[in-house]
């Protein structure tokens, strides 16, 4: 299947642990994001990689450190985990952000909960 | 900055009945609009696209429109059916790396 995956899919972890939440995606993209969805069903962008490169950084503290060992892969992981960091968390790919109109696809999602 | 608002937050109809999505955005400088399906702990479908140069877009019972000079997206659905019961957002791409902005959400209900 060509697709956007993300594993795990369920994490449940303990406030000051380390974890990574992997994602790859199959579909030939150059661009990958990572969104945060709120408990308010909100998204937002955190990161956006283009060919392993670093474009967008939306103010996310450095607990938060993507990971983009090649153009299909991009990991988060994140030190020192919150209360508040407890979210779904959505990777998406597209074809490439120099072209401005690409459509994103999203996998499906990491819901991320810290006791 | 861009801020994207949908309304209503949340609809219920009866199954068969039209219905219309609606979608605002601040800043009418954007290179696409995009509306997605939620379903319940799952993830995000992309429904339809629309470039900022286009006016609507249509697949299946869905049609979307876009009106970038007033800030404006409706989604339209013919005929829904309970399937069709899910959370609809909406989100415009600007000129800053990509990244999408999005609305919180329309949660359908449709009853059979």
Redesign the interface.
Known sequence: DTAVSQTPKYLVTQMGNDKSIKCEQNLGHD?M?W?KQDS??????MF?Y?NKEL??N?TVPNRFSPKSPDKAHLNLHINSLELGDSAVY?C?S?RS?RG??????????T?LTVL | KQEVTQIPAALSVPEGENLVLNCSFTDSAIYNLQWFRQDPGKGLTSLLLIQSSQREQTSGRLNASLDKSSGRSTLYIAASQPGDSATYLCAVKGNQGGKLIFGQGTELSVKP
Do not use: C, D, V
Request: proline share 3%; charged share 30%.
């Open positions: 661009t994001y969104y308010k069903k909100f998204l937002k962008i956006s283009n474009i967008i939306e959505f998406a597209s952000e401005l109109a690409e459509e994103q696809f999203f996998g499906p999602g819901r």
